[in-house]
């Protein structure tokens, strides 16, 4: 066991999860790191979700109960009632390996801020030959809008409280709040840590990361698209501007996910009549921002095998 054993704070929204909560929440109370708590957050279920969690006689987990509001207030109010040291985020879906906690705890050492590890999509875990790899601040931010090391998410990764004081999750916008809340953090340990710190990434596959049946895709087609997860590239806007104030190659790389993310929307408005006008809009866009793509695109190699081709939407 490592040594460090300061409380840990896991954090779970839950919305009508009655076929694989059970196995999250089980995952959890296994860990190998046993200074923890479970805060799970029903965020207004209507199956048998919240009979579930009732079932469970464990002081190690909280369950809250709330109206449904949506994942960031569901974060948001667990972090009011959590008391950790270190905070751990899951999802309802997904689960950890019996190790996770202990070895995300276990690589924080002197000047690291953030921890982060693989995940597989599959419910068997897989053998990799462990490799630990270091991340500047700086590089670390750049990995955010990268699908190979960190990326944009919250259940991969370990924070400390003492760089999350007036953080919250953005309760008005339904489309990358992991990213936008990461983003600030990382600006509170550079702010914080004088641009020393670090972030540790372990390659091991601790998460599973579960599509199941029904789950809410991201893609969303024809009147499914809601136009409030256009507030995301306002977001980028301002990002990219506090980006500039550190170093034009950063600014580049999130003028480069803003035209991914152009795509997608493309991709989901080119259906149906009400999103015309929004779909030529989002296309001049994207064309202004196609040339950082290019520049950066190999480092996107992910996202071109999922979705090779399709920026010839354009």
């Known amino acids: 066991m490592t040594e460090k054993k300061g409380l840990v704070s896991i954090v779970v929204p839950?919305?009508?999860?009655?076929?694989?909560?059970g196995r999250c929440v089980d995952s959890l109370l296994n860990q190998s790191y046993d200074n923890i708590e479970i805060i799970v957050v029903?965020?207004?279920?209507?199956?048998?979700?919240?009979?579930?969690?009732?079932?469970?006689?464990?002081?190690?987990?909280?369950v809250l109960t709330q109206e449904n509001r949506g994942v960031s207030s569901a974060r948001n109010n667990a972090l009011k009632h959590a008391q950790g040291e270190y905070f751990a985020f899951?999802?309802?879906?997904?689960?950890?390996?019996?190790?996770?906690?202990?070895?995300?705890?276990?690589?924080?050492?002197?000047?690291?801020?953030?921890?982060?590890?693989?995940?597989?999509?599959?419910?068997?875990?897989?053998e990799?030959?462990?490799?630990?790899?270091?991340?500047?601040?700086?590089?670390?931010?750049?990995?955010?809008?990268?699908?190979?090391?960190?990326?944009?998410f919250m259940w991969n990764k370990v924070l400390k409280r003492e760089y999350m004081q007036g953080l919250s999750f953005d309760e008005q916008s339904s489309f990358a709040e992991d990213l936008?809340?990461?983003?600030?953090?990382?600006?509170?340990?550079?702010?914080?840590?004088?641009?020393?710190?670090?972030?540790?990434?372990?390659?091991?596959?601790?998460?599973?990361?579960?599509?199941?049946k029904g789950s809410l895709s991201?893609?969303?087609?024809?009147?499914?698209?809601?136009?409030?997860?256009?507030?995301?590239?306002?977001?980028?806007?301002?990002?990219?501007?506090e980006a500039k104030l550190l170093y034009d190659g950063l600014a580049e790389i999130v003028y480069?996910?803003?035209?991914?993310?152009?795509?997608?929307?493309?991709?989901?408005?080119?259906?149906?009549?009400?999103?015309?006008?929004?779909?030529?809009?989002l296309k001049r866009r994207a064309k202004t921002r196609y040339c950082y793509y290019k520049k950066y695109r190999k480092r996107y190699k992910a996202f071109i095998r999922r979705h090779g081709g399709v920026y010839r939407i354009l």
């Open 128 to 152: 990799v030959n462990p490799q630990q790899t270091t991340f500047t601040i700086e590089k670390a931010m750049e990995e955010l809008f990268f699908d190979r090391y960190l990326s944009g």
């Open 42 to 62: 029903n965020d207004g279920s209507t199956d048998n979700t919240l009979k579930i969690l009732q079932g469970y006689n464990n002081n190690k987990l909280k």
């Open 14 to 21: 839950v919305f009508n999860s009655e076929g694989t909560i």
């Open 218 to 241: 991201s893609l969303q087609l024809g009147k499914r698209f809601k136009s409030n997860k256009l507030n995301f590239l306002t977001r980028l806007e301002e990002i990219n501007a």
């Open 256 to 281: 480069a996910e803003q035209f991914l993310i152009m795509l997608q929307f493309l991709l989901e408005t080119r259906f149906g009549r009400e999103n015309r006008e929004l779909h030529k809009q």
């Open 180 to 212: 936008c809340y990461l983003w600030q953090y990382l600006k509170n340990c550079r702010s914080l840590m004088g641009g020393e710190g670090s972030c540790q990434y372990t390659n091991q596959k601790l998460y599973h990361y579960i599509i199941t």
């Open 90 to 126: 899951c999802d309802a879906d997904d689960f950890y390996e019996k190790d996770y906690l202990q070895t995300m705890i276990g690589m924080f050492g002197k000047g690291t801020c953030m921890t982060c590890c693989s995940y597989t999509g599959k419910l068997t875990s897989q």
